[in-house]
């Protein structure tokens, strides 16, 4: 079956660490987006990417980066810059970039920074 | 912008009817509705476009007024696995800001027995 796979479900970091978490779909979308997601303030967009190799800013990218190297996989790595880590993320596809298509969804990772 | 979804929560016994409402201060080509249960991810629901018609099937649909950038989601006859979060979210025309969907904060909804 297709779908997206995020891994892992939870992670605990200390302060400081950078960590990635990785996103992989085997549905063949072209697009794909990483939404961080708190209590009571819904799905904040992160960092999209249409293509390969080429990717762009959402609403909250400070202190995340990164990487489209392949059509499957688009890892996300909270840095130490990020001021509050902690959340659940979100990684998400869709078949076209423009809103014209619904988009799949990942179980999600609970990060927490101790 | 985030769209403004009304309620913020709401309870319902079986078999009654809800309406969630999402606004935009945006002219808008495109809004998502999504359900998520706790834990979970978010699943689609459906999706409406500028010019398109009300959509959905027999007890889930949704309507998109263009004109006043809003739409609503119309759940009849709820069901307990209705329960969940519920999300819309926007993609704005072009010009009109980012082709990315913008999520509102969410409509809490409890069926209850």
């Known amino acids: 079956d297709g779908g997206i796979t995020q891994s892992p479900k939870y992670l605990f970091r200390k302060e400081g660490q950078n960590v990635t978490l990785s996103c992989e779909q085997n549905?063949?979308?072209?697009?794909m987006y990483w939404y961080r997601q708190d209590p009571g303030q819904g799905l904040r967009l992160i960092y999209y990417?249409?293509?390969?190799?080429?990717?762009q800013k959402g609403d909250i990218a400070e202190g995340y980066s990164v990487s489209r190297e392949k059509k499957e996989s688009f890892p996300l790595t909270v840095t130490s810059a990020q001021k509050n880590p902690t959340a659940f993320y979100l990684c998400?596809?869709?078949?076209f970039g423009q809103g014209e298509d619904g988009y799949t969804f990942g179980s999600g990772t609970r990060l927490t920074v101790v | 912008q985030q769209p403004v979804q009304s309620p913020q929560a709401v309870i319902l016994r079986e078999g009654e009817d809800a309406v969630i409402n999402c606004s935009s201060s945006k002219a808008l080509y495109s809004v998502h509705w999504y359900r998520q249960k706790h834990g979970e991810a978010p699943v689609f629901l459906m999706i409406l476009l500028k010019g398109g018609e009300q959509k959905g099937h027999e007890k889930i649909s949704a309507s998109f007024n263009e004109k006043k950038q809003q739409s609503s989601l119309y759940l009849t006859a709820s069901q307990l696995s209705y329960s969940g979060t519920y999300f819309c979210g926007t993609v704005g025309l072009p010009g009109a800001g980012s082709y990315q969907l913008t999520f509102g904060k969410g409509t809490k909804l409890s069926v209850i027995p």
């Open positions: 549905l063949n979308h072209d697009a």
């Open positions: 998400a596809s869709s078949r």
């Open positions: 990417s249409q293509i390969v190799n080429d990717f």
